[in-house]
């Protein structure tokens, strides 16, 4: 994103039936992998997936077209970027790891709302659980989250663009690291020798670890797509700013070099203060840049058409690497946005920032101001994602009607307990849910009837509490206690299996 984003506070393992379905969504593939990694039992589930199909293929560009074995390939998909270091998720030492229940939650949503591209932080510096903490310190469990989320993302039919450093100084470090670590000023970044050389060796490091899960060196995964120079370099408080695309030249030939296969995406980025002409042209002549990333806050449709164009006449491909989805900023309607990125030369494009299911309940406490609870929080959301789910159906090829027609997964009910108002329901939700219905059963029926109470309740809670309250249970006895249980309705109206009933506990229990 293009501004520090504020403090925030405080987010299930899916169905094989959901990954199988969206595996064949995505890649048309029915073959099934397995993979080995350091699980408690040592081996991740097993699931049909994009990767059976494609993910043993690079994705590989021609003049300004990707092709995936010789075909076009065109994306829709999502921001993630905290798959690397959560700043949703705090301890006593700060944001942490990401669960595997989050990182496999956000990448079957993305499958669900038809996404194949997933856009993250790999640049963790200068932080106790950064991968980086300390110049040339480099610290393996940094990669806990990374890792798995390549894995993950694999299972899920993802390719993934990796962001090498960013601009803006978050709580995962930025260029201000390594020129603070040389007592040097922001600007030294993009034209120190000694400042370039540390930020190549922590690409390096990065590039070349093997990955415990799929027993890769990530420049030898084809889920990762691409690498990016960094996210919005274009160091507005820096003078001179290296325009001349030097600096661009520097790091995109480094990465090209120790990771051949794959492809690199220039993160120089616009200004979003400009609207048409935007591109700093000279980088496009770069040979060892593949696509240019473009940010939108606000949504500019003309200047979609005239970058894109521009990239495409100098053979390369353009990216919409973030955009506000919900007009926050204002600027043009989304359908005229992404209408102008289905028609003009653009590979893809990523919302800014699918958060994931809590692993408590509801979802990660983040507000940005642009996150995504797919599929929406207020009947406006819920709109918008229905015009990208379809804008993902158009780009992919595929259309959206197989992804509508995903059945969400089987919620799993954690607790039931009588309170002086009812019966609170906590309950985990599951990728792609729009909504749950929710049945109690008594002693009235000799608990063989099922009653709904609910017919379209939300998980939407973001802190401790029931997830929904059966108020209507407060008036029946309680010396007996009822059992309930639990599905959900996707976007496309789809119900999915029933949770496990559950006895409500009494009170205080």
Request: proline content about 6%; glycine content about 10%.
């Amino acid at each position: 994103m293009s501004s520090p984003l504020p403090p925030r506070p405080r987010r299930t393992t899916l169905l094989a039936t959901l990954l199988l379905v969206a595996a064949l969504v995505v890649s048309g593939a029915v073959t099934a992998v397995a993979q080995t990694g350091p699980t408690t039992s040592g081996v991740l589930p097993q699931a049909t997936t994009a990767a059976a199909a494609t993910a043993s293929t690079f994705v590989k560009r021609s003049g300004r077209v990707l092709q995936i074995n010789g075909s076009t390939f065109r994306f829709s998909g999502s921001n993630m970027y905290w798959l690397a270091l959560d700043d949703n998720v705090r301890d006593a030492a700060g944001p942490t790891y990401p669960s595997r229940r989050s990182i496999d939650d956000a990448m079957a949503t993305a499958a669900a709302s038809g996404g194949t591209v997933v856009r993250a932080w790999a640049g963790t510096v200068g932080c106790a659980r950064c991968i980086e903490p300390r110049l040339g310190e480099f610290n393996q469990a940094g990669f806990t989250g990374l890792d798995y989320a390549v894995a993950s993302a694999r299972r899920n039919g993802q390719r993934l663009v990796l962001s090498l450093v960013d601009n803006w100084a978050y709580y995962h470090g930025s260029k201000t690291t390594f020129t603070g670590w040389r007592g040097r000023p922001e600007s030294a970044f993009f034209s120190d020798p000694q400042v370039i050389a540390d930020y190549q060796a922590y690409v390096t490091h990065v590039l070349t670890h093997v990955n415990p899960w799929t027993g890769l060196a990530y420049r030898d995964d084809p889920t990762i797509m691409a690498w990016e120079t960094g996210n919005e370099m274009w160091c507005q408080t820096c003078s001179g700013n290296f325009w001349d695309g030097s600096w661009t030249r520097k790091a995109a030939d480094h990465v090209k070099a120790v990771a051949p296969k794959q492809l690199v995406v220039d993160g120089h980025a616009t200004d979003p203060n400009c609207v048409t002409a935007c591109l700093h042209v000279p980088s496009l002549d770069i040979a060892s840049v593949d696509l240019v990333d473009d940010h939108f806050y606000p949504l500019r449709a003309a200047r979609v058409r005239t970058s894109s164009a521009t990239a495409a006449a100098h053979g390369k491909g353009y990216l919409v690497g973030e955009y506000d989805w919900v007009n926050e900023n204002g600027g043009d309607a989304l359908p005229t946005f992404l209408s102008a990125v289905e028609s003009n030369p653009v590979n893809g494009d990523l919302l800014w920032a699918l958060i994931p299911h809590a692993d408590g309940g509801g979802f990660a406490n983040h507000d940005d101001g642009f996150q995504l609870f797919y599929p929406g929080r207020t009947p406006d959301q819920v709109q918008r994602s229905r015009s990208l789910v379809a804008h993902a159906g158009t780009m992919s090829g595929r259309g959206s009607s197989a992804v509508l027609a995903l059945a969400p997964a089987q919620p799993t009910l954690s607790a039931a307990t009588r309170t002086g108002g009812g019966v609170g329901l906590v309950w985990s939700g599951v990728a792609g849910a729009l909504s749950y219905e929710v049945q109690r059963s008594d002693v009235a029926s000799g608990w063989t009837t099922w009653t709904t109470v609910a017919a379209a309740v939300d998980d939407h809670r973001v802190i401790d509490g029931p997830t929904w309250t059966d108020v209507s249970a407060a008036a029946t006895s309680t010396t007996t206690l009822p059992t309930y249980r639990v599905r959900a309705r996707s976007l496309g109206g789809v119900v999915g299996q029933w949770s496990a009933p559950l006895l409500a506990a009494p009170q205080g229990s």
